[in-house]
């Protein structure tokens, strides 16, 4: 292990929490919360307090994982099928996934599906979609060699068969509403996909996509329920035709059924990701935006179909009160046709109209040709339309307007473009209109959920640390909340002062020069990484070289990062130990010595181990012309000990949501800012709204994130982290969390086989167990002691990976030794349950590693016929005890089955047993 004495500017001792979240406010009232109408896709919208109270403020549902245990993640995977279900109903669309990270991205996972559906190298985008859509699609586009063009529809030429896709917006960035059944139509007659940008609070009025014969639909859900966030995090929704499921990218729940033959939920066709596909997944995406998903499910199962329509109309209604009082003190709007946005070209003097809006704290969009763009949400009231009909010199209130207006000016319910298919008729979206019962829905869906609340999440890889109070209060504070993402940045001050401190603060610890915090998960962190070394490259007139090495060992992310960058993958192998195996690596190097672009490694490595050469496996690297990326999801057992940007490294992504305790909201939000040194910086990415990369010789990459800062709200929990840790505290957490896995280690190395170890015997942060013996010996394999573990209470560790039939265990530093040692006593136990079927003791098929889980409904049955007791099963140690134990609430799943019959909306409700069964319950 490389360690290295440094003076820290973070302050030596930490500062108390209730000091700390003062001076944070102070930063945050430096943002000025102005009423903002620049729309671009971030609208301000009412947070139904009872969602906020137990949803987003409770720990219960913030510190879930990745539901990949589906017997202890029924809620959420309940709550992210109701997503699904909903954005399917509302877009018209036949599949839905449960998120991905923003509009932007999400438009060039669809870029990048209608280049694999086809093949073909050319995609068109209407120049009319937001402006950060474009760019962030052009800059994917380019590093895997797919042309963009911009065009408006009648432009495009499909003729030539040579494009994979078009994209467009509905309504577009400036408001306009306009047919797009004749594009879609010609697309299709010469084997194109076409995909569609849209808003959902439209569609509930808006004839949706789906109808019209889109292929992909997709857009930003934030405006059901989520804060703007400057920026995020905000969850992105992604929709399919049938015929392209299996090349959706991100996750995506389905039904299946569990051992008894009940109907559950699991995370279905997981073998298109890049957990298992690596450079030939679907998609890099691993983190998406769960937490927000959820959010938006319960705003729509709150206020219904009924619900929704009465705020589109009341939206659309202020729009077309609006566009009539400009019309008449002289102004011109551009498009006839609008839901919530108006393009004008004033009357009278631009810097007139925004001085006046300045009086009254209104924000509106400044388009370059001197237009100004308006767009209205949920919260606009009729003093805000008064206000902005007095900023554009209209005398009239909007009271009169309307009582002048009459029947006819019925905007979109007047036109073919109307509604008329019924949506959200499940009974989930029927039942939970009052605060009582949403309360409840929600309650039930979280007890369902193993959390942090609970007991320890040992997943290796993935640091499952505490997320403190401290740390998420002010993620709801509105002067972090309520403010637009392209505000002109002197009202972004505080964030701006946030960015800075974090930056600084971060740059110190990994020995980085600069910070970009654009990248809103680890996997974009790796992709936009690696487009800085592409781009460094390329600027250095080496375009050549595209060879990137990655140790088979890497996280799966690695290769299907280092492919959408447009680099050829070389696999190292792993010796041994553990380690990247040296012959091997310079036997590559010199191979592709001429062609070399980079190395990714993980440092500790993903199998656990302080590898001792790390410095001689950089220098090597950069010998040879190449850069060295540094994953950087195992830097918790690097924090105060030692410096990526010491020891050679040239980026990496910092994952914000393990090492600094942002949590991981049960599949997102995520954070991947990157660091690089100096030499890499200019090539950090920009944004094409503001301007973030302010040096001269800036050559940035291009965009990454819809958001110029990612997902900026959840920055102040890492803030706090390291503040409230201070430089001691910070280091002492590293040396903790090694300490704890070395314990863990010694502690069960007399029971299993601790797969590697470093030079002197430790493990690092994480260690691997070999469970892969017992497959011989008694039929055991890894998913039954990771099944098993939950009648224990606990949640499995890592299971498969790094290597096939294992477990890999990650305790982190916020675990006492009580916990350890409950956690080491099961794995223990379970280890002797394998001895009696190894001894003949115990029936090799009918055995309760091979029964597990078992829920509540089981072990209470009239009938048992087991050959082992209910208490063996249920409570196999003291510490198990029934007013305190985790119940599994189903059977262990047929994933065969979910993957055969794919279903990936809410069941219809004839598939129920009766009105009062656990199942009916469940589903509504």
Not at 71 to 93: A, F, P
Not at 254 to 281: C, F, N, P, W
Not at 499 to 506: A, N, P, R, V, W
Not at 868 to 896: G, H, M, Q
């Amino acid at each position: 292990m490389i360690l290295r004495n440094y003076s820290w500017v973070l302050g030596v001792s930490p500062v108390c929490e209730n000091e700390i979240l003062e001076t944070l406010h102070n930063i945050a009232s430096k943002n000025k919360i102005w009423r903002s109408y620049i729309g671009m896709g971030y609208y301000n919208c009412s947070v139904p307090q009872p969602i906020a109270r137990n949803l987003l403020e409770n720990a219960g549902w913030v510190t879930q994982y990745t539901p990949y245990q589906p017997e202890v993640s029924q809620g959420r995977l309940e709550s992210l099928l109701n997503y699904q279900t909903m954005v399917c109903d509302i877009t018209g669309m036949d599949v839905a996934n449960a998120s991905l990270l923003d509009e932007g991205t999400a438009a060039a996972e669809a870029m990048q599906l209608c280049h694999r559906h086809n093949k073909r190298r050319k995609f068109y985008v209407d120049a009319r979609c937001h402006p950060q859509t474009i760019a962030v699609v052009q800059t994917r586009a380019n590093y895997i060699g797919v042309i963009t063009e911009l065009k408006l529809p009648h432009e495009m030429d499909f003729s030539g068969k040579d494009v994979s896709g078009v994209l467009f917006q509905y309504p577009d960035t400036e408001g306009k509403i306009e047919d797009f059944s004749e594009l879609v139509e010609t697309a299709h007659q010469n084997g194109t996909l076409a995909c569609c940008a849209t808003d959902l609070l439209a569609l509930c009025i808006l004839k949706p996509p789906g109808e019209f014969g889109v292929d992909v639909v997709l857009g930003n859900s934030q405006r059901f329920g989520v804060p703007l966030c400057y920026g995020g995090p905000h969850a992105a929704f992604f929709a399919v035709k049938e015929n392209l499921v299996r090349m959706m990218p991100g996750r995506m729940v389905g039904v299946t059924r569990d051992a008894s033959g009940k109907e559950v939920y699991r995370l279905a066709l997981q073998t298109r990701e890049q957990h298992i596909r690596r450079d030939k997944a679907t998609s890099n995406i691993c983190t998406a935006q769960a937490l927000l998903a959820n959010m938006s499910a319960m705003f729509g199962i709150y206020h219904g179909s009924d619900g929704l329509r009465h705020i589109a109309r009341r939206v659309h209604n202020a729009a077309l009160i609006l566009a009539e009082g400009l019309r008449r003190a002289g102004h011109k709007l551009h498009h006839d046709l609008f839901f919530d946005t108006l393009t004008i070209t004033c009357g009278c003097s631009v810097k007139e109209v925004l001085d006046r809006a300045a009086l009254r704290k209104i924000n509106f969009r400044i388009y370059s040709d001197g237009r100004l763009g308006v767009s209205l949400d949920e919260t606009v009231n009729e003093k805000d339309l008064d206000d902005i009909l007095w900023i554009f010199g209209c005398e009239s209130s909007s009271e009169l307007i309307a009582e002048g207006m009459g029947e006819e000016a019925k905007g979109i319910l007047s036109t073919p473009f109307k509604r008329t298919s019924n949506f959200l008729t499940h009974q989930v979206f029927n039942s939970y209109h009052s605060e009582t019962n949403i309360v409840r829905y929600m309650k039930r869906l979280e007890n369902k959920d193993i959390s942090l609340v609970h007991s320890m999440i040992p997943l290796g890889s993935c640091t499952m640390k505490l997320n403190s109070s401290a740390e998420l209060t002010p993620i709801t504070w509105r002067e972090f909340a309520n403010i637009h993402p392209f505000v002109p940045l002197d009202q972004a001050q505080g964030y701006q002062q946030l960015f800075k401190d974090l930056e600084k603060d971060l740059c110190e610890i990994t020995g980085y020069d600069k910070i970009s915090f654009q990248p809103n998960s680890g996997a974009q962190g790796e992709y936009t990484g690696l487009a800085a070394i592409k781009a460094y490259l390329n600027a250095k007139g080496e375009r050549h070289r595209t060879v990137c090495l990655i140790p088979k060992s890497a996280h799966g992310t690695n290769p299907a990062s280092a492919q959408m960058a447009g680099m050829k993958i070389q696999p190292i192998e792993v010796d041994k130990n553990g380690s990247i195996d040296i012959s091997h690596l310079k036997a590559m190097v010199d191979k592709h010595k001429e062609n070399l672009a980079a190395i990714m490694i993980t440092y500790p490595s993903t199998n656990g181990v302080f590898e001792e050469e790390i410095g001689d496996v950089c220098d090597l690297i950069h010998k040879h012309g190449g850069q060295v990326y540094l994953d950087g999801a195992n830097m918790n057992a690097q924090v105060g000990l030692c410096r990526p940007g010491d020891y050679g490294s040239d980026v990496s992504h910092l994952n914000l949501h393990k090492t600094f305790c942002i949590p991981h909201g049960g599949g997102g939000p995520g954070m991947g800012p990157i660091g690089v040194k100096k030499h890499l910086a200019p090539y950090l990415p920009t944004h094409p709204v503001i301007k973030i990369q302010t040096d001269k010789d800036a050559c940035p990459l291009g965009t990454v994130s819809a958001a110029p800062w990612g997902s900026s709200a959840i920055l102040p929990i890492s803030w706090v982290y390291i503040k409230t840790m201070g430089a001691k505290g910070l280091k002492h957490a590293s040396e903790i969390a090694i300490l704890n896995a070395n314990y863990m280690a010694k502690r069960l190395e007399k029971h299993y086989k601790i797969l590697f170890r470093g030079a002197r015997g430790y493990v690092a942060h994480e260690f691997i167990l070999d469970t892969r013996p017992f497959k011989k010996t008694a039929n055991i394999e890894a998913v039954d002691l990771a099944k098993r573990l939950q009648d224990y209470g606990f949640h499995a560790p890592t299971m498969s990976w790094p290597v096939a039939g294992t477990l890999m265990i990650e305790p982190t530093e916020s675990e006492d030794k009580a916990e350890l040692d409950r956690f080491c006593d099961a794995m223990i136990s379970i280890r002797q349950e394998i001895a009696e079927i190894e001894e003949g003791r115990m029936d090799p098929q009918i055995n309760p590693l091979k029964m597990s889980p078992h829920t509540l409904n089981c072990v209470t049955s009239s009938k048992w016929d087991r050959p082992y007791s209910r208490e063996v099963a249920a409570f196999p140690l003291p510490f198990v005890k029934p007013d305190s134990k985790f119940w599994p609430t189903i059977a262990r799943i047929d994933d065969i089955y979910g993957d055969q019959h794919l279903v990936c909306t809410c069941p219809p409700m004839e598939s129920y047993e009766s009105p009062f069964s656990e199942q009916k319950r469940a589903s509504s």
